[in-house]
T-cell receptor
Framework: DADVTQTPRNRITKTGKRIMLECSQT?????MYWYRQDPGLGLRLIYY???????NKGEISDGYSVSRQAQAKFSLSLESAIPNQTALYFC???????????????FGEGSRLTVL | AQTVTQSQPEMSVQEAETVTLSCTYD???????LFWYKQPPSRQMILVIR??????QNATENRFSVNFQKAAKSFSLKISDSQLGDTAMYFC????????????FGEGTQLTVNP
């Protein structure tokens, strides 16, 4: 099984619908992230969390919210989806410790969201 | 704020040849880390190589090596003996010492290895 699991893998929805993307991890990492990938723009950080009680906005948080239900679970919500939120969404984790693993993100397989 | 720029949206190379992907960055931080991530058609993001800015020696991982020019703020990836499995989107990424492990990614370069 994957260390970082995202559900759903693919989703098509309509404008105005509420959508939740879920992420769970078995790596035991404290730090979790949600990124959005768009063609020609790379990956941009939406929200991140360094532990269960810590939630921080990234560079493009407008229109999104998150919930860190447990160390292993970090969900991203779109309260009212709009077409320009059509993108590939990635959840990632990283280890608090430095050393050899510093900066290495462990990614899920991505959730492709299409908003019509 | 730091920025990462990859000026080559697409590149192609023949199998067994060498290719270099370019990346430039801008930052005011004195210590930082640079990365190349690979995204094959499966969408999975995979760390290819990491460079610590305070280390003068360029990082190498098997067929992958970097040319890190700190003064020029340049961080290129060289892939030797290209293989069909190297076909992927490649992202350059930056993490400053004060970033709290948040990465800033470039736009990506789509590399195609032709048989």
């Amino acid at each position: 099984d994957a260390d970082v699991t995202q559900t759903p893998r693919n989703r098509i929805t309509k404008t105005g619908k509420r959508i939740m993307l879920e992420c769970s991890q078995t790596k035991g990492h404290d730090r979790m992230y949600w990124y959005r990938q768009d063609p020609g723009l790379g990956l941009r950080l939406i929200y991140y969390s360094f532990d269960v009680k810590d939630i921080n906005k990234g560079e493009i948080s407008d229109g999104y919210s998150v919930s860190r239900q447990a160390q292993a679970k970090f969900s991203l919500s779109l309260e009212s989806a709009i077409p320009n939120q059509t993108a590939l969404y990635f959840c990632a984790t990283s280890d608090l410790a430095g050393g050899i693993s510093i900066g290495e993100l462990f990614f899920g397989e991505g959730s492709r969201l299409t908003v019509l | 704020a730091q920025t990462v720029t990859q000026s080559q949206p697409e590149m192609s190379v023949q199998e067994a040849e060498t290719v270099t992907l370019s990346c430039t960055y801008d930052t005011s931080e004195s210590n930082y880390y640079l990365f190349w991530y690979k995204q094959p058609p499966s969408r999975q993001m995979i760390l290819v190589i990491r460079q610590e800015a305070y280390k003068q020696q360029n990082a190498t991982e098997n067929r992958f090596s970097v040319n890190f020019q700190k003064a020029a703020k340049s961080f290129s990836l060289k892939i030797s003996d290209s293989q069909l499995g190297d076909t992927a989107m490649y992202f350059c990424a930056f993490m400053g010492e004060t970033s709290g492990s948040r990465l800033t990614f470039g736009e990506g370069t789509q590399l195609t290895v032709n048989p």
